[in-house]
Nanobody
């Protein structure tokens, strides 16, 4: 079974940057992969997702222009580069994957109902 492990979270000041990594246990070239987050007391929300080829990406309005998702299929790894971080970005960030479909890709910033999830990595943005 596909397993995902996130890393790269930590404490950063507002305006700072972090790069999250999602390492997969097997080839994910046929999966859409996404990043989701859950803030304290809030539900899980979609942040960004990427197509199997990496040629198509989708971002939530709240992070567009600040975050960049990418993937390296040879390394079975997906990344989330997070720049210009804000306190409201504080959350547990989860990597998720699902067999690709146009529907799930288009809805990834609206629906967190994906099949495979990592354990999450904590991102805290505070001065």
């Amino acid at each position: 079974q596909l397993q995902l492990v996130e890393s790269g979270g930590g404490l950063v000041q507002p305006g700072g940057s972090l790069r999250l990594s999602c390492a997969a246990s097997e080839f994910t070239g046929n999966y859409a992969t996404g990043w989701f987050r859950q803030a304290p007391g809030k539900g899980r929300e979609g942040v960004s997702c990427i197509s199997p080829s990496g040629r198509s990406t989708n971002y939530a309005d709240s992070v567009k222009g600040r975050f960049t998702i990418s993937r390296d299929n040879a390394a079975n790894t997906v990344y989330l580069q997070m720049d210009s971080l804000k306190p409201e970005d504080t959350a547990i960030y989860f990597c998720a994957a699902d067999p690709y479909s146009e529907k799930i890709f288009k809805l990834c910033t609206l629906s967190p109902n994906w099949n495979i999830w990592g354990q999450g990595t904590q991102v805290t943005v505070s001065s």
